[in-house]
């Protein structure tokens, strides 16, 4: 148990969250983890905390195969990884409750619009998808076998009306300043969420050739792989690669096209 106490969560993910936030709405929607529940966080380990600066190379399967989004990035960025608040790009968090290895926090995001007509002649008379603000709630475990984590949100600025939930199990492995971190989850989305971001079509948006399309709630599978190894004090490697299989209502949307979203992902940090 000590190991897995020692490195619950992957700063591998918060990069990838920084990453999010230039690339918006073409970005794999994958949930993000911090390093707040870690026991002792050193100038060796994996994991650092404070302000983290750096670059990622990007590269994505689009969600929407017929935009003219670029399907890779080298990008800037920083993240913050308090002991209470944790900055992560496009979301953050702050940690209201901690008692052992059980942790609780207050979850904000913003969500990317997509969909632009210009984007696509396929896009012409579909209803831009505005950027939201999503509140909600969260909390961690760590058990003898997995660090567990859920959060549920919910649009607070009107634009979709929908809400997200997930779960989700990462299976940390530690060795000194290295670590490899399988991961894999649910993400439950609301039929409003569901149609507004990943692929819904209105009976105002339908055309001949673009039949109307409800998606429906949604459940799809996540599947990660993070690593990440210390260079020494300052600097630090990382690695990734992650999937969602879509839910099918997802999958059989005219916008959309394929089966789901693969990100991979390398980046180097320097700690501040």
């Not at 904000?108 to 012409?124: I, K, N």
């Not at 507004?196 to 948006?205: D, L, V």
Request: net charge neutral; aromatic share 12%; proline share 6%.
């Amino acid at each position: 148990m000590s190991g897995l106490k020692l490195v619950c969560i992957s700063y591998v993910r918060l990069l990838l969250a920084a990453a999010a936030l230039a690339v918006g709405p073409a970005y794999a929607d994958i949930e993000l983890s911090d390093p707040s529940m870690i026991d002792k966080v050193n100038t060796t380990s994996p994991l650092p905390k404070g302000f983290v600066v750096g670059a990622v190379g990007l590269g994505y399967t689009p969600r929407y195969p017929d935009s003219q989004a670029r399907t890779s990035y080298v990008i800037p960025g920083f993240i913050y990884l308090g002991d209470k608040v944790v900055y992560l790009g496009d979301r953050a968090r702050y940690y209201f409750h901690r008692d052992g290895d059980f942790a609780a926090f207050a979850f904000g995001r913003l969500r990317f619009g997509s969909l632009e007509a210009e984007d696509a002649p396929t896009f012409v008379g579909i209803k831009k998808r505005r950027a939201e603000l999503e509140l909600g709630i969260g909390a961690n475990w760590v058990t003898p076998y997995a660090l567990l984590t859920t959060r549920i949100s919910t649009d607070v600025t009107g634009a979709s009306g929908g809400q997200e939930a997930m779960v989700w199990a990462d299976f940390p492995l530690v060795r000194k300043d290295f670590v490899v971190m399988p991961g894999v989850g649910l993400m439950l989305r609301s039929a409003n969420l569901a149609n507004y971001y990943f692929g819904g079509i209105s009976a105002e948006e339908a055309i001949p050739g673009r039949p109307a399309h409800d998606v429906g709630n949604s459940l799809s599978v996540v599947g990660s792989v993070f690593s990440a190894y210390r260079i020494n004090a300052k600097w630090v490697l990382m690695a990734t690669v992650a999937y969602e299989h879509y839910a099918p209502g997802i999958r059989s949307s005219p916008l959309i096209k394929h089966s789901g979203e693969l990100t991979g992902l390398a980046g180097l940090g320097y700690v501040w």
